[in-house]
């Protein structure tokens, strides 16, 4: 299974609405970035971790699930970037491809170097819009095909159908 890894403050940075987001409230910044990363994992069906720098902060690495998405806060002293490099070092072989999702150009280098691909925060945004518009467009197809395939049943029939389905001749 393919593999994201995403530089959440890098994005959350990057990215207009949630930039304006941060500026206000950091925490649903980063809830946000959450949430979009669980539809993208969910619809490219690839494994989805997110990285949040803690380098100013007291303690060890700490994990966290939300959506079935992997968040990382880095331990004392470490940066998001050096988490990334050292969880690309772990992850990848011959059957998993990692992508790295950052804009920090020096970041892309290193991660290019240990083999992993790179997805700037502008390529990432193109792919969840997109990824969005998709959805919707299901979520539409979905709801004519529902409509086109009820038929008008009475109760009675329904209460039969119930009853056997239940064992209840």
């Avoid at 946000?32 to 619809?43: F, R, V």
């Avoid at 968040?71 to 004392?76: A, D, L, N, R, S």
């Avoid at 945004?125 to 919707?136: D, F, G, L, R, W």
Wanted: aromatic residues 8%; charged residues 35%; contains cysteine.
């Amino acid at each position: 299974m393919d593999v994201l890894l995403v530089d959440g403050y890098n994005i959350i940075g990057d990215w207009d609405e949630l930039k304006e987001l941060r500026d206000v409230d950091l925490d649903q910044a980063r809830q946000l970035l959450i949430e979009k990363m669980a539809d993208y994992q969910a619809y490219q069906g690839i494994r989805v971790i997110i990285v949040f720098d803690a380098y100013e902060v007291k303690g060890l690495e700490t994990k966290d699930s939300k959506y079935n998405i992997e968040i990382i806060y880095t331990k004392e002293k470490e940066t998001a970037d050096q988490c990334i490099e050292r969880l690309v070092k772990q992850i990848i072989n011959v059957q998993t491809k990692v992508y790295v999702a950052t804009s920090d150009f020096t970041e892309q280098r290193t991660i290019f170097q240990q083999g992993a691909y790179r997805k700037s925060a502008r390529e990432l945004a193109i792919e969840v819009n997109q990824i969005k518009k998709e959805i919707s467009n299901d979520l539409r197809s979905f709801e004519t095909q529902k409509k086109g395939r009820s038929l008008p049943i009475n109760q009675d029939i329904l209460d039969q159908f119930e009853k056997m389905r239940r064992g209840r001749h």
